[in-house]
C-alpha cells in the first residue's frame, strides 16, 4: 500500500517566455522552494519584479542555477543581485553557471553602479558531475545540446529511513539508541540484536530536475531519470519539429517523450515560442505521451508531487 506524504517543496515560474518576454510571458525564472533551499534557475530579464508579483523575496534565494548565457536566462541576474545586496541578505548565495561565460558573469555581476554587500560565490562549472553536497541532498549537472555551452541541473535529495514509534518501543530502543541503531545498522537490546530494518522504513529521496535550452538528447533523459518533478523547454509545437531542432530546442512531445522514458512523475512545460498565444495545444500532445503534464503560466506556484511511501 502507498500513502502520500505532506511535502514544503514547491516551484514558482516567475517566466515562462523564450528569447523575448510577451504581454503574458515574462522571461525565463524559476524559484524551486525546497525545504531550507531557494534554488533560482535562469532569471532572466525582469525576474526581480516578477518576484514582487509572486510574492517572493530576495532572503528567499539560497543558490542561483544559470543554465547558459543567452539573454532570456540570464539578463536578470544584474537586477538580482543588486537587490540582495539593497536588501541586505546575510547569507551566502552561490551562483553556478558555464565557466566559457565567465566574462558574462562578471558584466551581470557588475553591471552598473551600486553598493556591493552581497555574499554571493561564482561557482562556474567546468564539466558534468555533483557541485554541490550536503547531509541531505546532491545537485549535479550535465551538458546538454543546445549549439551554445549549457548545463541541465538534477537536485537529489539523499534516501532516508522513516523509524516505527511503535516498533522502536516493542523493541526496547530508545533515547540516544536510536541514534546508534540508525548509525550501525543493529545493536544488542537484552541479550538479542536488533537490526534497522525491524523498526523502520526505508524512504526514498525525492528528485527535481531542470532541463532548459536544449534538442532531445540522453543528458536529458539522465537528468530526468526517476525525477518527481522534471521541468523541461518546450519551445515549439510539434507541427514546428524542424524549427525546434534547427534552433537547439525541443517540442512538447519530445519534451513529454523523456517524461515517459525516464520514468518522471510531473512534467511542467515552459520556455514558450512567442509566435503562440496559448498553451492549450501543448498540454494536448505532451499528455497523448504522459499523464502528468502541466504548463508553467507566469507566477503559478506548482507543488512538487507527495511523497509516496510503502505504508507499515
Known amino acids: 500500500m502507498l500513502r502520500a506524504l505532506m511535502s514544503a517543496r514547491e ?21 524551486l522552494r525546497w525545504d531550507d533551499h531557494g534554488l533560482l534557475f ?20 539560497t543558490r542561483i542555477c544559470v543554465t547558459h548565457f543567452h539573454g532570456d536566462h540570464c539578463l536578470g541576474l544584474a537586477g538580482i543581485s543588486q537587490r540582495i545586496s539593497l536588501d541586505r541578505v546575510q547569507h551566502e548565495i552561490a551562483v553556478h ?5 565567465q566574462v558574462y558573469f562578471d558584466r551581470l555581476r557588475h553591471a552598473s553602479i551600486f553598493h556591493d554587500v552581497a555574499h554571493i ?3 562556474p562549472i567546468r564539466g558534468p558531475g555533483t557541485i554541490y553536497e550536503d547531509a541531505d541532498l546532491t545537485l549535479s549537472t550535465l551538458p546538454l545540446d543546445h549549439g551554445v555551452e549549457a548545463y541541465g541541473y538534477r537536485l537529489e535529495e539523499k534516501a532516508k529511513r522513516t523509524m516505527l514509534p511503535d516498533r522502536l518501543a516493542a523493541a526496547g530502543v530508545r533515547g540516544p539508541m536510536i541514534r546508534r541503531l540508525m548509525t550501525e545498522g543493529s545493536l544488542e537490546v537484552d541479550g538479542r540484536t536488533v537490526h534497522l530494518d525491524d523498526v523502520s522504513l526505508p524512504k526514498s529521496g525525492q528528485v527535481f530536475a531542470f532541463v532548459m535550452d536544449t534538442r532531445m538528447c540522453k543528458n536529458a533523459v539522465a537528468l530526468a531519470r526517476g525525477a518527481d518533478m522534471l521541468v523541461c523547454e518546450s519551445t515549439y509545437l510539434h507541427c514546428d519539429a524542424d524549427l525546434a531542432h534547427d534552433h537547439g530546442h525541443m517540442t512538447a512531445v519530445e519534451a513529454a517523450t523523456i517524461a515517459r522514458d525516464a520514468g518522471v512523475r510531473r512534467l511542467v512545460l515552459t520556455h514558450f515560442s512567442q509566435r503562440y498565444t496559448d498553451t492549450e495545444a501543448f498540454v494536448a500532445e505532451a499528455r497523448a505521451i504522459h499523464p502528468d503534464v502541466i504548463a508553467a503560466r507566469d507566477c503559478d506556484v506548482i507543488p512538487v508531487p507527495k511523497r509516496l511511501e510503502v505504508a507499515s
Do not use: C
Request: charged share 10%; net charge positive; aromatic share 8%.
Open 42 to 61: 535562469d532569471p532572466g530579464e525582469g525576474t526581480q519584479r516578477q518576484m514582487i508579483y509572486a510574492g517572493v523575496t530576495t532572503a528567499a534565494i
Open 121 to 123: 560565490t561564482a561557482r
Open 97 to 101: 553557471y558555464p565557466a566559457s561565460g
Open 11 to 31: 516551484l514558482i515560474a516567475l517566466g515562462t517566455a523564450s528569447q523575448v518576454p510577451t504581454r503574458y510571458r515574462n522571461h525565463n525564472g524559476y524559484l
